[in-house]
């Protein structure tokens, strides 16, 4: 982007394209130019370890798959080679290209620039630069993909011998106030550290792990578990330490790591690679997209954005996601590019629709009466599937089998260039089925789906085999194994294949209302977000007042005066028409389907229907109330939350307090509660900042396991520790001990810990116990699950439908989520998340109409004998019975019907199929899935065992 002009509503942007000298609608992807193009240089995507050509793909599955040149070219440089315009057959390479600038009229800008990782070879100590052997996570993650610089195989680059000896080092180029370094916590190292560890003992069971940290900061949902899964595989040890790269074995070059320990003093140990964990920096044009769109930027470099609406920048109509808003990981950039998405649809609200254009496919052929001719496509899927399988035997075995027509292997069957050679291909041939034989249908099945229709065909004449998760996957060290188990794999799906029919999906229309349970900030934040998008909201509350945990809550490490701020929040739920809040609110039922659910509400002593389209679940979290150290008992003991609340009134019994102890941890990271609430580190810093403002004499001691003051919070624990706040670890094994005490008439709290660095025990007497009481999922939540169909964690709060790419999202469709009833998490981030379900909401109630799936259940009445048993079965209310001539019968409602057929198993006529999994296809499977030749060879071993 050269310019933007403008104000909000109405920018004028100039953009500038460089020439990729290739022509985009003729390029097929086929890498021929590539492979005569003479020039090779390190290649960037796979952070220099390997080389690349001047003409190329940048990586194995860019979208669009269609190559490049770039400046190293020769002929741009000096006009010599022109061997890949000789050599492509489409005539796609166009050295004629020149830079382009368009220039477009937007209403909004969503600035997503994301992160830069720290670059350590400006600093020696980490020999970077000095040690091949010494790479970065980055590198690593490069050395663990299938795409990567040796297909998925980690190698050292000094002699390209697999490492069996690896050490990671925590916090390079993070929690630093070093020239160069940053001071923030990068907030994501401690737990990919943890994912590539586990990677690598999946390459090599026998590798030795072993990882140098300081603080383990495992405060992500379900990022306990993670952490502890690693710790608990062989030959891995988490060493506490702050360690530094000391030198190399010229002979081996092994790199030699020097650390201390509590115990042992400094030591010093030789590993076979090194890899040096880096944080994360600002996108490295920071100065410039400030610059050009006239927004703040913090003191790191990141977006400066306001607590009270993360995803806005100081600039009216340009907003901002992920990682810019400061380090961050992918759940949250995900939401927060909803979120982003939201803001702008308040903002254009009355553009939407106006620039949408429908798909249309091509008329579907009608081949119900045709015999089966199956095309079966056979995927790389990079090295993740070829690495483990052989697949051009593979693809020669499909060709025998019986109604195969064409068959044929793809790098990427996923790739735009290769769905659309399917798509040619089914018509060329005359195909009536396909099948793909590649990675999971949940991922990637909607795609070929599509494919399919783009070929005239039925969606539904598509089969999956899965020959990666169900076969490579799990049988990475049996490739001849693999190879037999993926043609059989392969062979069962192309049988149920022959059998699958056309099935017709139905629209279905859409209730323009959302009801969002919870009044509390994020229920409230999503709901003015619907609202503002000219939608109506049902907001039920099951207190008296609106506000939830917020009430008890009164400022923010970033600032925010969260009374004042909840205060505004409130008057505009209220003066919102489109708002309707019902107050005291117990919801008795919910009966409904995606687009048009009902919920029965009982609120003020009256009965409430509302008919809605979208459901939002935000109904908070509640405080553990401490059975331990003296809670309850004693007068001097507190939790955090009621801390801030006394500091708030002034109280001098608190704020003038002598000494203070707080205690972190209380009521999670243990075997009952096993996570993290997240919060407690960043409220205990926040208490303890305030304290000292007010009585800068006051003796404060935080007990902890580890801080987990992520993200810009890490500034606020450095300044603490400046000001004098002591930090003391402890560990599980030897938790803190509490017990009243009264020396000369005055009464006091004894707390004993063991300091792990003196290794002696220290008694801290103190006139404040205050705990870290652990945030716990809401006492109702198992009843509105139950309700609302939806799922929990272990840890029972509620469950998304993926981590990672579905954060506000239930597996039940059309219900989401937000806040703390999620996860535990701070103010920012529960309304970055609220904005972020607004978002996913409104792409539902802006359509008139959803689709849903032919796959569903149907009754043949004259089998059913009215037992009810798939009734009993059915989770989903889908089936009830109904009066026919021939009596009470079954019958499925397809709308509710989510095809998981439990009541076609359980059926004991036989008077329930499911479509597109029949039993005619499902034996066509079965019976495929050991062929004659291998019964006889059974037969022949069983023999000879007689």
């Known amino acids: 982007m050269e310019t933007i002009e403008g104000e909000k509503g109405d920018f004028q942007v100039t953009l500038k394209t460089r020439p990729r000298y290739i022509i985009e609608e003729k390029c097929t992807g086929c890498t021929t130019c590539m492979e005569y193009c003479p020039v090779e240089y390190p290649d960037a995507f796979n952070q220099g370890i390997s080389n690349n050509k001047a003409v190329h793909v940048y990586f194995s599955q860019a979208i669009p798959l269609v190559a490049y040149i770039d400046d190293s070219c020769l002929y741009l440089s000096e006009k010599k080679c022109d061997i890949c315009r000789g050599v492509c057959q489409t005539g796609a390479i166009d050295f004629r290209q020149k830079p382009t600038r368009a220039r477009i009229n937007v209403g909004a800008v969503i600035l997503s620039s994301g992160i830069t990782p720290f670059d350590p070879s400006a600093r020696e100590e980490y020999g970077y630069s000095q040690y091949t052997n010494v790479v970065t996570s980055m590198d690593y993650e490069r050395l663990l993909s299938s795409t990567g610089p040796y297909g998925g195989e980690v ?156 995803v806005q920048t100081s600039r009216p109509g340009i907003f901002v996601s992920g990682a810019f808003q400061g380090p961050t990981d992918i759940p949250e950039s995900v939401f927060s590019a909803s979120g982003a998405g939201s803001r702008v649809g308040e903002m254009l609200n009355f553009r939407r629709g106006k620039l949408a254009r429908e798909r249309i496919y091509p008329e579907e052929r009608d081949v119900s009466e045709e015999e089966p001719r199956i095309g079966v496509f056979v995927c790389h899927c990079g090295a993740n599937i070829s690495s483990v399988v052989n697949v051009p035997s593979t693809v020669e075995y499909a060709k025998t089998l019986p109604h195969v027509v064409y068959a044929q292997e793809q790098i990427f069957s996923c790739a735009t260039n290769s769905a659309r050679e399917i798509t040619d291909l089914a018509v060329e041939k005359g195909l009536n089925r396909v099948v793909i034989a590649a990675c999971s249908p949940r991922t990637l099945g909607p795609l070929f789906r599509d494919t399919l229709q783009e070929a005239g065909l039925n969606q539904y004449y598509l089969d999956m085999a899965n020959i990666r998760e169900h076969c490579s996957w799990v049988h990475s060290r049996q490739k001849e194994e693999a190879t037999q188990k993926a043609k059989d794999i392969m062979r069962m799906s192309v049988a149920r294949a022959a059998h699958l029919e056309p099935l017709k999906e139905f629209d279905l229309p859409v209730n323009k209302t959302a009801l969002v349970v919870g009044g509390g900030i994020a229920g409230m934040t999503c709901a003015l977000s619907i609202a503002a998008q000219g939608h109506t909201v049902e907001l039920v509350e099951k207190s008296k007042d609106l506000g939830g945990m917020g009430r008890r809550i009164h400022g923010t490490l970033e600032g925010l005066e969260v009374q004042a701020y909840l205060d505004d929040l409130i008057a505009k739920v209220y003066k919102n028409p489109h708002i309707h809040v019902s107050h005291e609110a117990e919801i008795k039922e919910v009966a409904g389907y995606l687009g048009n659910f009902t919920t029965t509400v009982q609120t003020e002593g009256r009965t409430k229907v509302i008919k809605h389209g979208a459901s939002v679940l935000a109904i908070g979290a509640d405080v553990y109330n401490p059975t331990e150290y003296l809670y309850g008992e004693n007068d001097a003991v507190f939790t955090h939350l009621e801390i801030g609340e006394e500091i708030a009134k002034g109280n001098d019994t608190v704020t003038k307090a002598q000494s203070l102890v707080m205690i972190q941890c209380v009521g999670s990271r243990n075997e009952t509660h096993n996570y993290c609430s997240r919060v407690c580190c960043g409220h205990a810093v926040k208490n303890a900042l305030k304290l000292k403002e007010k009585n800068p004499d006051m003796r404060i001691y935080i007990l902890f396991r580890d801080m987990r003051t992520y993200g810009f919070k890490e500034d606020a624990y450095r300044k603490a520790s400046e000001q004098g706040v002591q930090f003391i670890r402890y560990t599980p094994e030897d938790p803190p001990e509490v017990e009243a005490i009264s020396e000369g008439g005055k009464e006091m709290i004894r707390v004993t810990v063991t300091d792990p660095i003196l290794g002696n025990r220290l008694e801290l007497d103190a006139d404040i116990l205050s705990l870290a009481a652990a945030v716990r999922p809401p006492a109702s939540i198992h009843d509105i699950a139950a309700k609302f169909k939806v799922t929990l964690s272990p840890d029972e709060f509620f469950k998304e439908a993926h981590v990672k790419l579905k954060p506000v999202e239930f597996a039940a469709d059309g219900v989401f989520l937000c806040g703390t009833a999620h996860y535990p998490k701070h103010i920012p981030e529960t309304i970055n998340q609220a904005y972020g379900a607004a978002g996913r909401v409104i792409t539902l109630l802006s359509k008139d109409t959803v689709v849903a799936s032919g796959s569903v259940a149907r009754v043949n009445e004259d089998e059913c004998v009215s037992c009810g048993a798939c009734i009993t079965a059915c989770t989903y209310g889908a089936i009830q019975f109904h009066d026919t001539p021939k009596g009470k019968k079954a019958i499925v409602n397809p709308v509710l019907c989510k095809g998981d057929g439990l009541c076609n198993a359980k059926c004991p006529t036989n008077a329930i199929v499911l479509r597109h999994f029949t039993n005619e296809a499902l034996f066509g499977q079965i019976d495929a899935a050991v062929t004659a030749d291998q019964i006889a060879a059974q037969m022949d071993a069983a023999l000879e065992e007689a």
């Open 155 to 310: 190698r050292r680059g000094s002699d390209k011998k697999h490492p069996k000896n690896i050490a990671w080092i925590q916090c390079v180029g993070s929690r630093r106030v070093t020239p160069g370094d940053n001071s923030y916590c990068s907030g994501v190292c401690c737990t990919y550290t943890q994912k590539q560890m586990i990677l690598t003992k999946d390459h090599d069971p026998d590798a030795k792990c072993t990882v140098f940290h300081n603080d383990i900061r495992s405060f992500g949902k379900d990022f306990e578990r993670y952490f502890q899964r690693a710790d608990d595989l062989p030959d891995t040890r988490f060493i506490r330490s702050y360690a530094s790269v000391a030198g190399e074995n010229p002979e081996t070059k092994n790199i030699k790591i020097r650390y201390a320990t509590a115990d042992q003093g400094v030591k010093e140990e030789e590993f076979d690679m090194v890899v040096l964990s880096v944080g994360l920096n600002p996108p490295k044009a920071y100065k410039e997209i400030a610059e050009k769109f006239q927004i703040d930027i913090n003191d790191h470099g990141f977006c400066d954005i306001d607590s009270s609406n993360p």
